[in-house]
C-alpha cells in the first residue's frame, strides 16, 4: 500500500473566494481516501512577482516549490478573470517548471461570475501542458448560480456535488495508476 500525496493551490487572493471553497471541498474529499494533501493558499502565501533576473529565491516562492515538487499530483484552481486565469495563479505557474511538473497530473478548477469558466480552464490546460504534466480527463468549473456550500463544506447543489466527485475521482485513479507506472520503472 503506497500514500499518495496531493498538493493543492489556490490561485484567488480574495477573502471568501469561491475557487478556494471548491478546494476546501476537494481537500475534504481526498482526505476522506487517506490522501495526504498540502494546501496552498496563494493569499496567505503572497509571492513576488516573478522575475527572471531575480536573484535570491524568497522563502514563499521555496515553499511552493516544495509543496510541488512532494506532489504526485496538483490541483489548481483559479477564479475567471477577464477570460483567463488570474494573475496571482499565473505569477505562482511562472515560478514553476517543468521538472516539477512533468508527469504528474493535474486537476483544473475554475469560478466564474458566468454559467461556466471554459477560457479560464482552457487556458490553465494549455500552461500545464507546457510544463509538462498531464491534464486530468475532467475538470470542474464553479459558475453562476452554484456559488453556495453546505455546512458540511461541500457545494449546496446536489448535482455539482456529484460532478465534483466524479471529476476527483477520475483525477485520483489517474495519479494512482501514474504513480504506479513510476514506482514499477523504478
Ligand atoms: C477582474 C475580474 C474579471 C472577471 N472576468 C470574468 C469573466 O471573464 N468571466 C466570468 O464568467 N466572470 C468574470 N468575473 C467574475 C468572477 O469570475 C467571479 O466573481 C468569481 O466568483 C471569482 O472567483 P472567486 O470567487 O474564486 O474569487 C470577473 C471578476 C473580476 C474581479
Do not use: C
Amino acid at each position: 500500500m503506497f500514500y499518495m500525496k496531493i498538493t493543492l493551490i489556490a490561485g484567488s487572493n480574495r477573502e471568501g473566494a469561491t475557487s478556494t471553497s471548491i478546494l476546501r471541498s476537494i481537500e475534504s474529499l481526498l482526505n476522506a481516501q487517506n490522501i495526504s494533501v498540502t494546501f496552498v493558499d496563494l493569499r496567505e502565501l503572497p509571492l513576488p512577482l516573478y522575475s527572471p533576473d531575480a536573484q535570491a529565491i524568497h522563502p514563499n516562492v521555496q515553499r511552493l516549490a516544495e509543496a510541488v515538487a512532494d506532489a504526485e499530483g496538483l490541483v489548481l484552481a483559479t477564479p475567471e478573470y477577464h477570460g483567463s486565469i488570474s494573475g496571482v495563479l499565473k505569477n505562482a505557474l511562472d515560478y514553476l517548471h517543468g521538472g516539477l511538473v512533468a508527469g504528474k497530473p493535474v486537476l483544473s478548477v475554475s469560478a466564474a461570475g458566468g454559467p461556466m469558466g471554459v477560457s479560464s480552464l482552457l487556458h490553465l490546460q494549455s500552461i500545464v501542458r507546457n510544463l509538462h504534466g498531464v491534464n486530468s480527463p475532467e475538470w470542474i468549473s464553479i459558475g453562476a448560480g452554484f456559488h453556495s456550500f453546505g455546512s458540511d463544506g461541500h457545494p449546496s447543489d446536489e448535482g455539482m456535488r456529484g460532478r465534483v466527485e466524479s471529476a476527483v475521482g477520475k483525477f485520483v485513479e489517474l495519479t494512482r495508476k501514474l504513480t504506479a507506472g513510476v514506482k514499477a520503472a523504478i
